[in-house]
Every structure is written in C-alpha cells, then in structure tokens.
C-alpha cells in the first residue's frame, strides 16, 4: 500500500464543516480516480483525472469537489455533506499510456462519518 | 454497457479445502477482467487479470481465475484456502473501448481454521 497513500484514514465531520481528502501516488502514474465504497454496494466512481486534467464526473453532487495540481496529488474537498455521504472513499491511480491493458492501484482509503 | 455480478454475498470453507469465488460479467466488446481483494481497514489489493490469452491466469498469493467466454465467467479459485485469504473479493469488468471499472458488489470469504 505504500504505492498510493491517502490521509487522513478516518474522518469525522459534521455537516456544516469543511475539509479535505488527500491523495498521493507514488508509482509515476498518470490518471488518478476517486471511488465512493458504501456497504454491500459496488464501488461508485466518483471522478477521474488523467495528465491532471478531469476526464469523468460521475453525476457527483457539488458539494464534492475534485482537485488534482499534478499527477502524483489528487484531493477531494467536502462541504456541507449530509450522513449518506458517510462511506469510504477510495483513491486509485493507473498509467494510461499503457493501452487500455492497464491496472488500477488503489489506496487504503478514508473512512468518512458525516455527523 | 458494462457489468458485473457476484451471485455469492458470502462464501465459507476450511482451511485446506478449494475456494472459489464467482464472477459474471456483461460486456459489450471483449473484456477485461481482474480480481482485487480488501482486507479489513484496507484498500483493494489487485490479484490478477485477464487481458487475452490463456484462459488460465494466475496471480498472487496461489490465486488464479478461468476465463469462460461462453459462460461470460470469471471464477477466482485457489486449490487450498488459509485461515489468512478470509477478505472481501471484489470482481471488475472493462470494456476493451473503455479505461472504466465496473466493480461487483463483493463477495466476503471466511475460512475457518
């Protein structure tokens, strides 16, 4: 797992507070995703960057908001979340140029509760 | 579109005995189909793959995978389980025009000592 590391790994917030997911890949990857893992459900893609630039935007509400400055760092920024927003949130990564033969590296995740 | 389903929400065996998990999928064009697993307060860990080739893929910890095109399979099997591949078992499909996963909902494994 020291391949894609994400901080903080738990997370409690109420919904009228703002913070920050991060994300790091330390493989020289060049597209990054966000994931949402709920219990007993597939996982949700959230968003996906390649060469830093949004290339998916999974009908996410605004209240989540993506930010990746460069290939190696991703963030996801919370406001105003509601408790079904509680979940894991999982970041991975994959080199793209490899064709589409490539694999997704996923990290340990943050485990969100919105109080 | 693309998908996949995971008949199975849990699967139980002894230590010692063969496991399997099953997949099925749904794909438009070829697939591409791979096998993560998530151990407890972790992330996914890739296990392996199958792109093209041998239908016969094998990958980490003595797991390997059948691919079955007419019965659009994809079963992970390991011949002896341990007490230590008790996880979560997710199964993803990708389109061959497409860089998108479509994951399972998962399959839990316990084996038992």
């Known amino acids: 797992e020291t391949g894609v590391t994400q901080t903080p790994r738990h997370l409690v917030m109420g919904m009228t507070n703002k913070k920050s997911l991060k994300c790091e890949q330390h493989?020289?990857?060049?597209?990054m995703y966000w994931y949402k893992q709920s219990a007993k459900k597939p996982l949700e893609l959230m968003f996906v960057?390649?060469?830093?630039?949004?290339?998916e935007n999974n009908s996410v509400p605004s209240r989540f908001s993506p930010e990746c400055p460069n290939s190696s760092h991703l963030f996801l920024h919370l406001h105003t979340l509601q408790p079904e927003d509680s979940a894991l949130y999982l970041c991975?990564?994959?080199?793209?140029?490899?064709?589409?033969?490539?694999?997704?590296?996923f990290g340990p995740g943050t485990r969100l509760l919105v109080l | 579109a693309q998908s996949v389903a995971q008949p199975e929400d849990q699967v139980n065996v002894a230590e010692g005995n063969p496991l399997t998990v099953k997949c099925t999928y749904s794909?438009?064009?070829?697939?591409?189909l791979f096998w993560y697993v998530q151990y407890p307060n972790r992330g996914l860990q890739f296990l392996l793959k199958?792109?093209?080739?041998?239908?016969l893929v094998k990958g980490s910890y003595g797991f390997e995978a059948e691919f079955n095109k007419s019965q659009t399979s994809f079963h992970l099997k390991k011949p002896s389980a341990l007490v230590s591949d008790s996880a979560l078992y997710f199964c993803?499909?990708?389109?061959?025009?497409?860089?998108?996963?479509?994951f399972g909902a998962g399959t839990t494994v316990t084996v038992r000592a």
């Open positions: 991975a990564s994959s080199q793209r140029t490899s064709g589409l033969q490539e694999t997704q590296y």
């Open positions: 993803a499909v990708r389109d061959e025009s497409d860089y998108k996963l479509s």
């Open positions: 493989l020289g990857h060049n597209a």
């Open positions: 794909v438009s064009g070829n697939p591409y």
């Open positions: 199958y792109i093209t080739g041998d239908n």
């Open positions: 960057y390649n060469f830093k630039e949004q290339t």
